[in-house]
């Protein structure tokens, strides 16, 4: 299940990446965009190789499998499960993937998502990398400052700037010229060969571990995350729950205000319908971004995309409203034993459950995505009713 999750991400990515591709070769307004190389070769093993002895041109490539052991004189921006690079790129890097290795020179900055990355590029400008594992070895060389965010990150290659690092360990062995800024949630560590000219600053749970050969010029700062007291955490749990509170109470009264009928009828429609109201709102809630992201890449379309995406925002906050009264009438006629009835005292009995429940960490997740789900299910069905019956 988790493979198929991210080959999902990283198809939908890949389509994403060629529609914009494909949207600049062909306006007409911007004709530097005809020197680009777009290549797509599918999902099922497909395999895409670049070895061509010079590209100059910028290269869009998405495959299964993707090799560039050519000379891209430009940008690259590749997408697929492996990614392989031993040719040099002139100038910027744009790299999603699985897995990628990168061997061959950077002309200008790399951006990096991967879950395993294996870097021995020298790098001229900035490296900003997302990962879950990533190792920069000693081939590789960063003329910028390193922006990484990974569980497990291990730098042997010389960096010419800064170091930020948010994630889990860290382990630093090599020349670094600037200073290092991490958060860390495991370890940081400083092998034998580090040489840290400026200074440390780190926030993490466990102290620094220095090796006795590693040099470091500066100063080395710990930060304490601070921790609240019983008392102020009980204060900001209350002042939460009663700022929730009234929101949601000012905004069901917005609503039903504004809308007392259609906002009537829409709360009995989600109880009278429950599940396919979820099944409608989900599968919406799901393909309406979707449908409106790839209308906006078209490039004409683009003012139809972001308006479905205002429309989209819409009905789900509406729907968050209805389905949390709709909650509320039911819990009713569940104390009462009486039929469903739009009542004041349904609306007030909604919002206090539902703004409780929030607080409980996965109860309350959940129950946000079903009232989300119901309320706006019940939106698109009664839309699609009345224009039914108005044909």
Known sequence: MILQFKSKILRFAALAILAIAASAYFLPAAPQAHAADV???????????????????????????????????????????????????????????????????????????????????????????????????????????????????????????????????????????????????????????????????????????????????????????????????VTALIVSFLLLLIIMFLAVVLLFSLFPITSQKLVLAVNKNYASNILIGLITAICMPIVALIISLIGIGIYIGLIMFAVWALILMLGWLLGVVAFGVWLESLLNRQAQVLKYSGIILGIIAVTLLRFIPVIGTLLSLVLICAGSGAIYREVWQSRKNQV
Not at 108 to 121: E, P
Not at 134 to 148: H, K
């Open 39 to 233: 290549r797509y070769a599918g999902w099922n093993n497909s395999q895409v190789t670049v070895d061509s002895n010079t590209t100059n041109k910028d290269l869009y490539v998405a495959a299964s499998n993707i090799i560039v052991s050519s000379n891209v004189t430009k940008d690259a921006v590749l997408s697929g499960q492996t990614i392989s690079v031993p040719g040099s790129i002139g100038d910027d890097l744009l790299a999603l993937a699985g897995g990628i290795n990168l061997q061959g020179s950077i002309g200008g900055s790399a951006r990096i998502a991967s879950s395993q990355a294996n870097i021995g590029s020298p790098i001229k400008d900035d490296l900003m990398i997302l990962a879950g594992k990533a190792y920069i070895s000693s081939t590789a060389s960063i003329g910028g400052d390193l922006f990484a965010a990974a569980k497990n990150l291990e730098i042997d290659a010389p960096v010419a700037g800064n170091v930020y690092f948010a994630g889990s360990n860290l382990v630093i062995n090599s020349k670094i010229s600037g200073s290092v800024y991490t958060k860390n949630f495991g370890s940081l560590q400083l092998g034998p060969n580090a040489d840290i000219s400026g200074s440390i600053s780190y926030t993490s749970p466990t102290a620094i571990s220095i090796d006795p050969a590693a040099k470091i010029s500066g100063q080395i700062t710990r930060h304490q995350q601070p921790q609240a007291s019983n008392g102020q955490l």
